[in-house]
């Protein structure tokens, strides 16, 4: 079989970067399209307290992934360096620590996730009509969490080899057999949330068998070879460097919203269900805007290896105009579509659906934004260093954001839902602005280095 890959250090830059993002993003909308399918499903046959309940296990469980998720991250820049700088081995040894270190990942998650659910539920605040059913999705849910870690891994290799439209396809796979168990599970069986949960673990299972298959059919460095599985200490140190900074960045980021989510949470049901679903349709606009980020971070880490400082400049500037243009374009049209969207997920309650609008309102307008900051921690951590857009993102994001809820928000005069959204766009503004600075201050010294 002959190895799909994209030579991103030579060739013209915006056809490649486009022609590379497009598969990401539509891999990133098939993900959410899993937690869409279980929300619509359960919106419509068991009612919006379901929908609430799904929605609030969101923030608790990107919280705990998101840790491990990061060093995917990381395994994906050290084979980006790697194959850059032309260094087969490194690339086929880092290839062979990163599986194992998925399962081991995937493990931890899977034993944490089980035995806490219901504590962390109700240490958010968790509304009492929903707790058992939140409780009951993410326990099944985090069963799946092995292949859920050899999904993400094996995709962060293959997209750093260039290939990003295998993992589409593969999920593509993944998602349709999704959609028919929840039909089947809900519909037939009567499962409610355990069922819709039950069916996103086997489609997880099924699309993680699709990505260690295609490793294993690679005719390159990034060939996966199941005997020579293997953790070697170097590649793994890497891994750690460039992974643990970001997996902490992502849990932190994650916490922000875990106490957001908990103040929301203390407005009641109606208002958190109709959080649930506009948090549901924001998803597909961040996995647009997000895509570029993960562009830029493999861009950057191809020709940081390659030393071609010049091409990453105007890797920088063609991701920052096209995150920009991508997310004010849909952000504005689904605030535009706003309350039939919300209807798909929303069938008894017009109150939620207004509450729903609120948080669309003051997330999707300035929502590019966000695009933006996850660009420029994609170019920093593609240039290797990972610990300062950690460092940024805990000032900016999350620093900014506790410090709204427990100042601001316990004002009585801006103790409010609107209140709680207006600190996502000022988090967002400013930590942009540092990483970008630091990005290009980073850029120009590693040159002159180079350039000695």
């Given at each position: 079989?002959r190895?799909?890959?994209?030579?991103?250090?030579?060739?013209?830059?915006?056809?490649?970067?486009?022609?590379?993002t497009?598969?990401i993003?539509?891999?990133?909308?098939?993900?959410?399209?899993?937690?869409?399918?279980?929300l619509?499903?359960?919106?419509?046959?068991?009612?919006?307290?379901?929908?609430?309940?799904?929605?609030?296990?969101?923030?608790?469980?990107?919280?705990?992934?998101?840790?491990?998720?990061?060093?995917?991250?990381?395994?994906?820049v050290?084979?980006?360096?790697?194959?850059?700088?032309?260094?087969?081995?490194d690339?086929?040894?880092?290839?062979?620590?990163?599986?194992?270190?998925?399962?081991?990942?995937g493990?931890?998650?899977?034993?944490?996730?089980?035995?806490?659910?219901?504590?962390?539920?109700?240490?958010?605040?968790?509304?009492?009509?929903?707790l058992?059913l939140?409780?009951?999705?993410?326990?099944?849910?985090?069963?799946?969490?092995?292949a859920?870690m050899l999904?993400n891994?094996?995709?962060?290799?293959?997209?750093?080899?260039?290939?990003?439209?295998?993992?589409?396809?593969?999920?593509?796979?993944?998602?349709?057999?999704?959609v028919?168990?929840?039909?089947?599970?809900?519909?037939?069986?009567?499962?409610?949330?355990?069922?819709?949960?039950?069916?996103?673990?086997?489609?997880?299972?099924?699309?993680?068998?699709?990505?260690?298959?295609?490793?294993m059919k690679?005719?390159?460095?990034?060939?996966?070879e199941?005997?020579?599985?293997?953790i070697?200490?170097?590649?793994?140190?890497?891994?750690?460097?460039?992974g643990?900074?970001?997996?902490?960045?992502?849990?932190l980021f994650?916490a922000?919203?875990?106490?957001?989510?908990?103040?929301?949470?203390?407005?009641?049901?109606?208002?958190?269900?109709?959080?649930?679903?506009?948090?549901?349709?924001?998803?597909?606009v961040?996995?647009?805007?997000?895509?570029?980020?993960q562009?830029?971070?493999?861009?950057?880490?191809q020709n940081?290896?390659?030393?071609?400082?010049?091409?990453?400049r105007r890797?920088?500037?063609?991701?920052l105009i096209?995150?920009f243009?991508t997310?004010?374009?849909l952000?504005?049209?689904?605030?535009?579509?706003g309350?039939?969207?919300?209807?798909?997920?929303?069938?008894?309650?017009?109150?939620?659906?207004?509450?729903?609008?609120v948080?669309?309102t003051?997330?999707?307008?300035?929502?590019f934004?966000c695009?933006?900051?996850?660009?420029?921690?994609?170019?920093?951590?593609?240039?290797g260093r990972?610990?300062?857009?950690?460092?940024?993102?805990?000032?900016?994001?999350?620093?900014?954001r506790?410090?709204w809820?427990?100042?601001?928000?316990?004002i009585?005069?801006?103790?409010?839902?609107?209140s709680?959204?207006?600190?996502?766009?000022?988090?967002?503004?400013?930590?942009?602005?540092?990483e970008?600075?630091?990005?290009?201050?980073?850029?120009?010294?590693m040159?002159?280095?180079?350039?000695?």
């Amino acid at each position: 079989m002959r190895s799909k890959s994209s030579d991103m250090c030579e060739g013209p830059l915006i056809s490649r970067i486009i022609l590379y993002t497009i598969p990401i993003i539509l891999t990133g909308v098939l993900q959410l399209l899993f937690n869409a399918a279980d929300l619509v499903v359960v919106g419509r046959c068991c009612g919006s307290n379901s929908v609430g309940a799904v929605g609030a296990t969101g923030a608790i469980i990107n919280l705990m992934v998101n840790m491990f998720i990061g060093l995917s991250v990381g395994a994906g820049v050290t084979v980006a360096h790697g194959l850059g700088s032309g260094r087969s081995e490194d690339v086929h040894r880092t290839v062979h620590t990163a599986i194992p270190t998925a399962v081991i990942s995937g493990l931890v998650l899977t034993v944490i996730g089980v035995c806490f659910s219901e504590t962390f539920l109700r240490m958010m605040n968790t509304p009492p009509e929903q707790l058992h059913l939140a409780a009951c999705y993410m326990r099944i849910y985090f069963c799946g969490t092995v292949a859920s870690m050899l999904y993400n891994f094996g995709s962060a290799i293959l997209r750093a080899a260039g290939d990003t439209q295998s993992p589409l396809y593969y999920l593509m796979a993944a998602g349709v057999v999704n959609v028919l168990l929840n039909l089947l599970f809900v519909i037939v069986f009567r499962m409610d949330v355990s069922g819709v949960a039950l069916a996103t673990t086997i489609s997880q299972i099924l699309s993680a068998g699709l990505i260690i298959r295609a490793l294993m059919k690679r005719e390159d460095a990034c060939r996966l070879e199941l005997k020579k599985l293997h953790i070697y200490g170097r590649q793994l140190k890497r891994i750690l460097q460039i992974g643990f900074p970001a997996g902490v960045q992502g849990s932190l980021f994650s916490a922000s919203n875990v106490i957001i989510q908990s103040s929301i949470n203390s407005f009641g049901p109606i208002v958190n269900s109709g959080n649930a679903a506009a948090q549901n349709i924001e998803g597909f606009v961040y996995m647009s805007m997000n895509s570029y980020s993960q562009t830029a971070l493999n861009f950057t880490g191809q020709n940081f290896g390659a030393g071609k400082f010049d091409r990453i400049r105007r890797i920088m500037w063609i991701c920052l105009i096209a995150v920009f243009c991508t997310g004010a374009t849909l952000g504005l049209t689904a605030l535009f579509f706003g309350r039939p969207l919300l209807g798909i997920y929303i069938t008894d309650s017009e109150e939620s659906i207004k509450y729903g609008l609120v948080r669309m309102t003051y997330i999707m307008i300035p929502y590019f934004l966000c695009g933006l900051m996850d660009v420029t921690t994609g170019l920093i951590r593609g240039l290797g260093r990972s610990a300062l857009p950690m460092f940024i993102t805990v000032a900016g994001v999350v620093g900014i954001r506790l410090g709204w809820i427990y100042a601001v928000f316990r004002i009585p005069l801006y103790h409010s839902i609107k209140s709680l959204y207006l600190s996502y766009a000022i988090s967002w503004s400013i930590t942009f602005l540092t990483e970008l600075i630091v990005f290009i201050v980073l850029l120009r010294r590693m040159k002159k280095r180079s350039e000695k």
